[in-house]
């Protein structure tokens, strides 16, 4: 089946990177939704489905658009929010986007706030 618009191919993307990602208690997901006017954080257990703590350009003062430095400032408050809640550890959930640009922006922000990204496969890690 040939897909013809670019919503139907980030959401076969999408799909296809759920099945990698899974969220738990101790690291949860962190889902990244980007539309045309805003950015979306959520933390999310999966095991118990659940969403831990959010936040949005909605929720940040200081969220002029939604370009770079609006994402720097979501991934800052998404680390805070994180914080908050007793979250230290997360597997980042790009929604079928590309690991680029805002979604990117947003995920080194956090970091550089202080949240550990952990790998998808949590057995690999595991096992270590």
Do not use: W
């Amino acid at each position: 089946m040939i897909v013809k618009n670019r919503k139907d191919q980030r959401r076969r993307r999408h799909m296809r990177l759920r099945q990698r990602v899974q969220g738990t208690a101790e690291r949860p997901r962190m889902a990244i939704y980007i539309s045309n006017k805003h950015m979306y954080v959520q933390f999310i257990d999966d095991t118990a489905s659940h969403t831990l703590a959010a936040t949005s350009t909605l929720a940040v003062e200081d969220a002029a658009g939604c370009n770079l430095n609006t994402a720097k400032v979501v991934g800052e408050q998404a680390a805070k929010t994180a914080a908050e809640k007793g979250i230290a550890r997360v597997v980042v959930d790009r929604g079928g986007f590309r690991y680029h640009g805002r979604i990117k922006q947003i995920v080194e922000s956090a970091v550089a706030a202080g949240l550990r990204i952990s790998d998808a496969a949590p057995a690999a890690e595991e096992a270590k």
